[in-house]
């Protein structure tokens, strides 16, 4: 039997506290003297995929609902489907308590070994992203979850706002440590620290 490790390129530097091995990922549940937000928590270990067809629309990937139009979100079965443009979707499963077994047709590529996934959480969200990025994440008009398709920190990313106390993003895991540094640097006015996975899936249980 090969025992398969995966690595997630980030690594925070403080101490953890519990840690779990689930599906070949060491996955940090919670840190050291943890206390309030805002956190930022490295969930790269949560399947993701991008999915692509022709006709979008009538599609139902693991029966999942498909957003009408390009930058709409939903949130179904605590799993999230963005719609990115007329043939593309990404669909991210939040949490690994019920995971997903992809059917072998072309049109889904497993994107969660390529990609890093990261969640801003907590109170002070909107202060912690205006310190990384000029997108506009917090737009009244709109309605959460949506989607915006942009640069924070200049590294092309996908950002979801799900919530006034959450966002999402998903990178190219090359920039994985660099990105994740660079944020604990820059919203250090904003007492952005470390966050286990515990601290998401407490959250995520709420809603």
Excluded at 41 to 62: C, E, G, I, M, Y
């Amino acid at each position: 039997m090969i025992t398969v490790f995966r690595q997630s390129p980030i690594t925070f530097h403080c101490e953890a506290a519990e840690k779990i091995t689930h599906d070949g990922w060491e996955i940090v549940l919670a840190f050291e003297g943890e206390s309030e937000g805002p956190w930022l928590v490295d969930l790269s270990h949560l399947q993701r995929w991008d999915f692509q067809h022709a006709n979008l629309d009538l599609k139902t990937p693991f029966g999942l609902d498909m957003p009408a139009e390009p930058g709409q979100v939903i949130l179904q079965d605590e799993r999230l489907v963005t719609r990115m443009n007329r043939t593309q979707a990404a669909i991210w499963n939040l949490t690994r308590s019920n995971a997903l077994e992809v059917p072998e047709v072309m049109n889904f590529t497993d994107l969660t070994d390529a990609h890093c996934m990261l969640a801003v959480l907590g109170q002070g969200v909107s202060q912690v992203m205006e310190n990384v990025s000029n997108l506009d994440l917090f737009r009244p008009e709109r309605q959460v979850p949506f989607l915006t398709q942009g640069p924070v920190m200049h590294v092309p990313c996908q950002v979801v706002t799900v919530a006034v106390d959450c966002v999402l993003m998903t990178f190219s895991r090359g920039y994985g440590q660099s990105f994740a540094d660079a944020m604990l640097h820059a919203a250090s006015g904003c007492k952005l620290r470390p966050g286990g996975e515990e601290v998401f899936s407490r959250w995520l249980s709420q809603k």
